[in-house]
């Protein structure tokens, strides 16, 4: 699973070296899959192309396909790349891509669990503090989640 948070500095083309703890996860768990690597409304998502299959599978499932399902598909399906993992680790992240989350040369990768997050610093700092601030509410309802499946 991916876990935990690390800087890094893409270089001059735009290319991004996965740090060897997520290469390591992308090795043992998928095969050394691609990755594909999408908008979020603040920061870039990758998925192993697994993991993409299922979201692909889900949305597949809805039987009807109203404005707001369209509306969601076109802004993360659309813009969705499959980028391979050179023999460095590295991987291009398109300037399309990079130009939509704000990312210039700095990134921070967060893990979670099934994918990974590729943000700006100045665009995941406001995230953390609000999730500092609101952590109390946050446990609450992560607690909830869980009390519902029980």
């Known amino acids: 699973m991916f876990r935990g948070r690390s800087q890094h500095n893409l270089d001059a083309k735009g290319r991004l070296s996965i740090p ?3 290469r390591e996860v992308l090795r043992e768990r998928y095969g050394n899959a691609g990755l594909i690597i999408t908008n979020l409304p603040d920061c870039l998502v990758a998925y192993p192309w697994p993991e993409w299959q299922k979201l692909e599978e889900k949305l597949l499932s809805y039987p009807v396909d109203p404005p707001e399902l369209r509306l969601y598909k076109r802004y993360f399906l659309g813009s969705a790349e499959e980028c391979f993992p050179d023999r ?6 398109p300037g399309h891509l990079r130009k939509e989350a704000g990312i210039n040369r700095e990134v921070v990768l967060l893990g979670m669990l099934n994918h990974f997050e590729i943000w700006s610093p100045e665009r995941i700092e406001p995230e953390f503090q609000r ?3 609101n952590f109390v ?3 609450r309802f992560v607690s909830e989640l869980g009390c519902r499946d029980a």
């Open 20 to 22: 060897a703890r997520f």
């Open 88 to 93: 460095q680790g590295r991987i291009l992240i």
């Open 131 to 133: 999730a500092r601030e």
């Open 137 to 139: 509410e946050l446990s």
